[in-house]
């Protein structure tokens, strides 16, 4: 059974990075498809990034485009996700999804496995 845990998130100002990791265990890395979503208090859960099985082919939402790189490590069987520059509106629990699938997408009713999260706050 496939498990996902994230870690790496913390509270930062505005305008410094950080790293999140993705711990993905009981399946095959390499065959599946990852993203990141974040969901704020009170919003509904946003597609962040994603990036297909191979890890060659990604895609961002446009508020994170230029500042955020998703990256897949399928011999480590881990999943990052690097955050620059920083904004307050970045603040949310960033969840890693998996889903059994090549090709990744940005609904997250197509995701199979979600990690329990981990919160990144940043201050102005």
């Given at each position: 059974?496939?498990h996902?845990?994230?870690s ?26 990852m ?17 297909r099985r191979?890890?060659s ?5 446009n508020s ?6 998703i ?6 069987n ?14 949310a ?17 197509g995701?199979?496995v979600?990690?329990?999260g ?6 102005s």
């Amino acid at each position: 059974q496939v498990h996902l845990v994230e870690s790496g998130g913390g509270l930062v100002q505005a305008g410094a990075s950080l790293r999140l990791s993705c711990a993905f265990s009981g399946g095959t890395f390499s065959a599946v498809s990852m993203a990141w979503f974040r969901q704020a208090p009170e919003r509904e859960r946003e597609f962040v990034a994603s990036v297909r099985r191979l890890g060659s082919v990604t895609s961002y939402t446009n508020s994170v485009k230029g500042r955020f790189t998703i990256s897949k490590d399928n011999a480590g069987n881990t999943l990052y996700l690097e955050m620059n520059s920083l904004k307050a509106e970045d603040t949310a629990v960033y969840y890693c999804a998996c889903r059994f699938d090549p090709l990744a997408t940005t609904d997250p009713t197509g995701y199979d496995v979600w990690g329990q999260g981990t919160q990144v706050t940043v201050s102005s």
